[in-house]
Every structure is written in C-alpha cells, then in structure tokens.
Nanobody, 125 residues
Framework: VHLVESGGGLVQPGGSLRLSCAGSGFTPDFHNIGWFRQAPGKQREGVSCTSVSANSTYSADSVKGRFTISREYAKNTVDLQMNRVKSEYPPDYYC???????????????????WGQGTQVTVSS
C-alpha cells in the first residue's frame, strides 16, 4: 500500500487549500479513508473520513462547514477541500487507509494502519 499526499503549502487565514491523497496497492472499494492532522508534540487528530458504505462522509466538529472530503474511486484519490482556514490549524496533514472493511469510517487513529508521509500546510498572513 502506498499513499501520497499533495497540495500543501502556504495559505492566508480565511483562505482555501485543496489537499489530495493518491493511493495504490489496495482496492478502494473495500476501504475507508481518512484525513488526519498533527501539531508538533501533540497527538494526531482525525479531520474527515469517507466510508465505502453508502459513500458517506464524516468530519470532526472543529472543521464542519469548513472542510469537505471527496473521493474518486476510479483514480483512487481522496481530496480534502479546506475553506476559511484558521491560523491555529496544525501544520501536518496525513491520509490513511483502514485495512478492515468497516461499514462506516471513524476518526480514531487506531482504525487506520496504512499512512502517507504527509503534506504540510502553513496558515499565515
């Protein structure tokens, strides 16, 4: 399994950024995928995830209304559209794949075994 995140960079507070996660080595139809973020010295936290079942999505309360997760099965990609970003957001963003075929995705780090290397987002004016 190989995951590659892209799209990180510098964005002003209140601006938008779109992250992308490209996967290979697994069948996307059977796995939930999530986006996570992490600040230096802090635990990784779940942001948004997309379930195979009913093609549903779930986001943390802290980003609801700001972030949108979307998925293209044919390309095996999962994007995270980040709008109205805040300066206090953690800088490191990761995508991850749940190796089990759960019906609905969650935002617990322990549910995910396959991780990308991450992409960095800097929110600054």
């Amino acid at each position: 399994v190989h995951l590659v995140e892209s799209g990180g960079g510098l964005v002003q507070p209140g601006g938008s950024l779109r992250l992308s996660c490209a996967g290979s080595g697994f069948t996307p139809d059977f796995h939930n995928i999530g986006w996570f973020r992490q600040a230096p010295g802090k635990q990784r936290e779940g942001v948004s995830c997309t379930s195979v079942s009913a093609n549903s999505t779930y986001s943390a309360d802290s980003v609801k209304g700001r972030f949108t997760i979307s998925r293209e099965y044919a390309k095996n990609t999962v994007d995270l559209q980040m709008n109205r970003v805040k300066s206090e957001y953690p800088p490191d963003y990761y995508c991850a794949v749940d190796p089990k075929s759960r019906s609905l995705c969650g935002l617990e780090v322990d549910e995910y075994d396959w991780w990308g290397q991450g992409t960095q987002v800097t929110v600054s004016s």
